[in-house]
């Protein structure tokens, strides 16, 4: 009923910027918090940033100030802009979303991650 596609990975030299977007589709009543978190090889999960639907943003602290995230509503699509990237920002990006969905005449609301993008930073 809900899915959730990421796109805008890729291979980056170190200092580049990347712009991931991830787009939420199905029969979406209401979209809650947004957010990117990150696995790195070897690894846990961690937080990126993630944004409220009336835009509060919280970030990791070692992200501030060269990620922005942000969304789009009427899209129902979060970004996450990327700048001066390192290589130790190399990983697998994941959007996640909290989301209220119609199926019927009932609602439900669940907690749904995209399939994942890589982002590679060159040295």
């Known amino acids: 009923q809900v899915q959730l596609v990421e796109s805008g990975g890729g291979l980056v030299q170190a200092g580049g910027s990347l712009r991931l977007s991830c787009a939420a589709s199905g029969s979406i009543v209401r979209i809650n918090t947004m957010g990117w978190y990150r696995q790195a090889p070897g690894k846990q999960r961690e937080l990126v940033a993630t944004i409220t639907n009336s835009g509060s943003t919280n970030y990791a602290d070692s992200r501030q100030g060269r990620f922005t995230i942000s969304r789009d509503n009427a899209k129902n699509t979060v970004y996450l802009q990327m700048n001066s990237l390192k290589p130790e920002d190399t990983a697998v990006y994941s959007c996640?979303?909290?989301?209220?969905?119609?199926?019927?005449?009932?609602?439900?609301?669940?907690?749904?991650w995209g399939q994942g993008t890589q982002v590679t930073v060159s040295s």
């Open positions: 996640n979303a909290v989301i209220t969905y119609r199926r019927g005449t009932n609602y439900y609301t669940g907690d749904y």
